[in-house]
Structures are given as C-alpha cells and as structure tokens.
T-cell receptor, first 115, second 113 residues
Framework: DTAVSQTPKYLVTQMGNDKSIKCEQN?????MYWYKQDSKKFLKIMFS???????INETVPNRFSPKSPDKAHLNLHINSLELGDSAVYFCASSPDRDRANYGYTFGSGTRLTVV | EDKVVQSPLSLVVHEGDTVTLNCSYEVTNFRSLLWYKQEKKAPTFLFMLTSSGIEKKSGRLSSILDKKELSSILNITATQTGDSAIYLCAVIPYTGTASKLTFGTGTRLQVTL
C-alpha cells in the first residue's frame, strides 16, 4: 500500500564501504527524486529522473550515483562512504516534471550513519 | 540560485495558542509555494499556493501567499500537542528544472500542555 517505499530504513556502515538505497513508487508517477536531509533538518535535492532520464544532477560528489532501471524505481549507490555522508536520504516522486507541484510524495526516509 | 528563508527557526507555545510561521523566497520563474509538516519521518503535504491573496484552509491550519512581498504565512489556531513538528516551506519554479523543490530550513514548533 505504501506509495513511495525506501529500503533500508536504517543503515549503519563503516567508512570506505559501498552501499545502496532502493526506492520504489506505485503511484504511476513519471518523475523521481533523491533528497538529502542533514543534521540541521535542511532538505536539499540531489538528483531527479524523469522516465529513466536524468534531469537534475545537483553538485554532489561522484561517489553518489543514481540508477533508474524503470520509471517506478530509483536507486542510490554510494561509493567509499565518508562520515559527512551521514544523513537521512529521502526518495520522492511526482506525476511528471511539469506537474511536480501536484502530488509530490516523499518516502519515509533512510537514516544512514557512517562510523 | 533559488533561496527560501523561514522564521522563526523554532518556537515553543502553549496548547491553545495561535502561531504564525513565515516563509520568504527568491526564485526565478516562481510557480508554486508548498508547505509541509515533518514529524518523525517523511514530510507530509499541507498546502500548495500559486495565486496571491487566496487563503487555503484545512481545519485549524491556513496559509496565504503574497507574491508582491515574495512571502507566505502558515497560521495554526488553537494549537494542540499533535501540531508539534517541523514545518517546511518549499518553492518550485516553472521551467527548466521545473520539478526541483527548494526548501527552507524549517520552523520547529513545539506545543506544550
């Protein structure tokens, strides 16, 4: 029933490891996003895909690579994890890039802790 | 670069009080302003404002946009402890990266008994 689901909900890992976070939406939306929320609760966009095409790529380290196998899935892979990557990562989706203000829906977040 | 500023950063009130949260923005090709409530998990949608001067209401919450002043307010009347949350304001532009939400830093509201 969950509209935008992310896994895992919690992820604790050591510095230098590679990890992935998965996101799936069952809303039939065309556009998906990854946002990062830091310790001060500031939400900032990282990436956006529209029908498997990358349309937003903010200034994030190359260690972060999104992958969209189909329009219902957008995964985030992070290489060589660093302490500063600790944050909550939110996946979101919207009907399409032009109607994004209608029905922008967030997943419940993945709390990543790098130790 | 688009910018959203919210004030106050945090607020503690007693149950039953009325609060007003502020949001100001600078954005190229403004399309809409959105308000979200974030408790422990995902931000949940409250309002979308596109036109100036038209109040949106949902129960004890209401919001209005002033495009001349590039700002919006969110009012909560007769606050309850369940209103305790972070309230996020975000703007979305029209063209280019039309799907990108730019968020403010949020207002942390705590309602005490």
């Amino acid at each position: 029933d969950t509209a935008v689901s992310q896994t895992p909900k919690y992820l604790v890992t050591q510095m230098g490891n590679d990890k992935s976070i998965k996101c799936e939406q069952n809303l039939g939306h065309d556009t998906m996003y990854w946002y990062k929320q830091d310790s001060k609760k500031f939400l900032k966009i990282m990436f956006s895909y529209n029908n498997k095409e990358l349309i937003i790529n903010e200034t994030v380290p190359n260690r972060f690579s999104p992958k969209s196998p189909d329009k219902a899935h957008l995964n985030l892979h992070i290489n060589s994890l660093e302490l500063g990557d600790s944050a909550v990562y939110f996946c979101a989706s919207s009907p399409d890039r032009d109607r994004a203000n209608y029905g922008y829906t967030f997943g419940s977040g993945t709390r990543l802790t790098v130790v | 670069e688009d910018k959203v500023v919210q004030s106050p950063l945090s607020l503690v009130v007693h149950e039953g009080d009325t609060v007003t949260l502020n949001c100001s923005y600078e954005v190229t090709n403004f399309r809409s302003l959105l308000w979200y409530k974030q408790e422990k998990k995902a931000p949940t949608f409250l309002f979308m404002l596109t036109s100036s001067g038209i109040e949106k209401k949902s129960g004890r919450l209401s919001s209005i946009l002033d495009k001349k002043e590039l700002s919006s307010i969110l009012n909560i009347t007769a606050t309850q402890t369940g209103d305790s949350a972070i309230y996020l304001c975000a703007v979305i532009p029209y063209t280019g990266t039309a799907s990108k939400l730019t968020f403010g830093t949020g207002t942390r509201l705590q309602v005490t008994l």
